[in-house]
């Protein structure tokens, strides 16, 4: 059963540095092309992607929020970690991880549940 | 920069009845790296279809896809009360690397 489970602070305030972590199971991050993205979703508003890090450490970032992300993995605890700088009250949003399904057309075919983050002074 | 446009914003449609979603590249993209989500109320997105027309592990053959270009449909053939939901296109390419659309709402007429 492949699952992935978001974690991490439910409210941060303005200007803080988010950090959300993603443990994957049945997924070996060492595995080859085994890749993992993060994608939000303000609420009733549409998904957008944010960056995503390989298991050869390959990472790519959202052109718009680039400066402000930074993704990283621990193989070890198969876990993948967002940061994010500068939170704004705009930011806040249901962050989800997936898993990039490089042959099925380079899709996300396993999603974790999704954590809502709120930022608010 | 490649943008998605998905039409119409909202489809009114009855249980049994055939739905036709549809999806607009701003440029020509590969049908190879084409694909839909569905997302219900509070839940994660699900993989429906991927290649524009291979359809995701468990995915019921109501579901269809199809498109080549700039012009890619997703269609449900006979809509069952659990397909009511909101479905996204999505596309990788090179720049920006993952691009969604902004979504088809499926409610019940």
């Known amino acids: 059963q492949v699952t992935l489970k978001e974690s991490g602070p439910v409210l941060v305030k303005p200007t803080e540095t988010l950090t959300l972590t993603c443990t994957v199971s049945?997924?070996?991050?060492?595995?080859?092309?085994?890749?993992v993205s993060w994608i939000r979703q303000p609420p009733g508003k549409a998904l957008e992607w944010l960056g995503y890090i390989f298991s050869n450490d390959e990472k790519s970032y959202s052109t718009s929020l680039k400066s402000r992300l930074s993704i990283s993995k621990d193989t070890s605890k198969s876990q993948v970690v967002l940061n994010m700088t500068n939170m704004d009250p705009v930011d806040t949003a249901t962050y989800y991880c997936?898993?990039?399904?490089?042959?099925?057309?380079?899709?996300?075919?396993?999603w974790g549940q999704g954590t809502l983050v709120t930022v608010s002074s | 920069e490649i943008v998605l446009t998905q039409s119409p914003g909202t489809l009114s449609l009855s249980p049994g009845e055939r739905a036709t979603l549809s999806c607009r590249a701003s440029q020509s993209v590969s049908s190879s790296y084409l694909a839909w989500y569905q997302q219900k109320p509070g839940q994660a997105p699900r993989l429906l279809i991927y290649g524009a027309s291979s359809r995701a592990t468990g995915i019921p053959d109501r579901f269809s896809g199809s498109g080549s270009g700039t012009d890619f449909t997703l269609t449900i053939s006979r809509l069952e009360p659990e397909d009511f939901a909101v479905y996204y296109c999505?596309?990788?390419?090179?720049?920006?690397?993952?691009?969604f659309g902004p979504g088809t709402k499926v409610d019940i007429k």
């Open positions: 049945e997924l070996s991050l060492r595995n080859v092309r085994m890749g």
């Open positions: 999505q596309h990788y390419g090179s720049s920006p690397i993952f691009t």
């Open positions: 997936a898993r990039i399904a490089v042959v099925r057309g380079v899709s996300f075919d396993y």
